[in-house]
């Protein structure tokens, strides 16, 4: 429904700046990328959407970025109805609570949380741009980029600028939307728990894996663009050292979920490419804006495989033991999202055929495309605008399912968990 309504209004003479009506496709791809927080567009975002488009965009990022399991509790809520224990289960999956009971509550502390970082994000961004803009307009895009950032969304509507490309210099501007970006990726129940329980000995083990996956594809992202960027004349060999590095900081905290880019990913090697193809179809942590397959998925399959060589039939990890029917979660999470990516990736090397088979395209455009789309991250190697309307429509669907998928399968599993009655008669088959 956000996406139909976002597609209507942009729609209108009134969403562009030349006052002509957006195409179906474009208002379709463009109203998908920001409910779903992908980033992903086939137009200048600053030049082709009037601020009423733009508007429009903001809000659709913000109510996206909320989650519709949040956004619908707190409509449920605010319209006075019960909420059914059914419907408390899911949000409780969802969002972290450790109780029935506390799954309102933490809603609604959710929505302030997250109102109160966009405001905080917009207040530092507005003065930062004081001193380039207007007051107005330093206004405007402070509060735009502020939920764009926050929502892990990747849009920008800086004038003359690809994306962040503008401040590849400007280390503080960088600083402040990787901020919001990791406060947006790290989830609210990660978050209150780190503030809370300052000895990382007292977090619960969701948490413990949220930040030690995190910082590990931080730190994997950072060192993989320095390594193969370093000397790169397209990307990064003409800054300094400095700028480097806080471009490769910038940019490993963005890889995963926001797609902001400070650096022109047409020009990136192929080693940056795939770590980062990695890195996008795992996401963020679980009950945040981001998307992907999600960290804690990720964690759960690297500690039962290190179970699994270590010759233990139990995942443990931390002095815990993860219950038998996660770890098969986790692992039908893990094979139906990479089994429909490939679905998607074939998909749009199939509309695509042609300028795959003039060279206009290389694959690994096509791969970096889809799993960029399905991952929800708006990182592109410059093939988005010139993709046939079919491969627009691979890529919207690529934004739906990335965005809903892994939720949808993940809590699909959890109601459907039950504990068997009965067990067969045990045969074992050869591996490996």
């Not at 290389?362 to 046939?388: H, K, N």
């Not at 429509?393 to 009655?421: F, K, N, Q, S």
Request: glycine residues 10%; contains cysteine.
């Amino acid at each position: 429904m956000l996406i139909a309504g976002g597609t209507v209004l942009l729609m209108l003479p009134v969403s562009t700046e030349a006052a002509d009506r957006a195409g179906f496709i474009t208002a379709l791809f463009t109203a998908t990328s920001a409910v779903c927080v992908t980033g992903l567009v086939v137009v200048n975002s600053s030049t082709y959407w009037s601020t009423f488009g733009q508007t429009v965009i903001l809000l659709l990022m913000f109510v996206g970025g909320l989650g519709i399991m949040t956004a619908g509790l707190v409509i449920l809520a605010a319209v006075g109805r019960r909420i059914t224990l059914s419907q408390r289960i899911v949000v409780r999956d969802t969002m972290g609570a450790t109780s029935l009971g506390g799954a309102v509550a933490l809603g609604r502390y959710v929505l302030i949380f997250a109102i109160a970082v966009q405001a905080v994000g917009f207040v530092v961004l507005f003065i930062r741009l004081l001193f380039d803009l207007s007051v107005g307009e330093a206004a405007w895009q402070g509060l735009f980029h502020s939920v764009s950032a926050f929502n892990n969304a990747g849009f920008v509507i800086f004038e003359d600028s690809e994306s962040l490309s503008a401040f590849r210099n400007d280390p503080l501007m960088l600083g402040i939307i990787g901020a919001l970006i990791v406060g947006g990726a790290l989830s609210f129940p990660v978050l209150a728990e780190v503030v809370r329980r300052r000895r990382p000995q007292s977090w619960s083990l969701d948490t413990r894996l949220v930040i030690i996956g995190s910082v590990g594809m931080w730190v994997l992202g950072g060192l993989a663009l320095l390594l193969f960027e370093w000397g790169n004349d397209a990307t990064m060999q003409q800054l300094s050292t400095v700028d480097k590095v806080s471009n490769g900081v910038f940019q490993a905290l963005t890889a995963r979920t926001a797609g902001f880019s400070s650096i022109d990913f047409s020009e990136t090697r192929a080693g940056t490419d795939f770590l980062f193809t990695f890195l996008m179809f795992v996401g963020g942590a679980s009950g945040s804006v981001a998307g992907g397959i999600k960290v804690n998925t990720m964690m759960v399959l690297v500690f039962a495989s290190l179970a699994s060589v270590g010759g233990r039939t139990r995942t443990e990890m931390f002095k815990r033991e993860l219950p038998a029917a996660q770890v098969a979660r986790a692992l039908a999470v893990f094979l139906l999202a990479a089994l429909a990516l490939l679905v998607l990736i074939a998909s749009l090397a199939l509309t695509e055929s042609a300028s795959l088979e003039s060279g206009a395209f290389d694959f690994i455009d096509v791969l970096f495309e889809a799993t960029a789309a399905f991952g929800a991250t708006g990182l592109s190697r410059g093939i988005t605008s010139d993709l046939t309307d079919p491969g627009k429509l691979v890529i919207t669907l690529a934004m739906y399912l990335g965005r809903l998928g892994p939720l949808t399968i993940a809590l699909g599993l959890a109601l459907r968990e039950r504990r068997a009655v009965y067990r067969f008669a045990q045969e074992r088959v050869r591996i490996g």
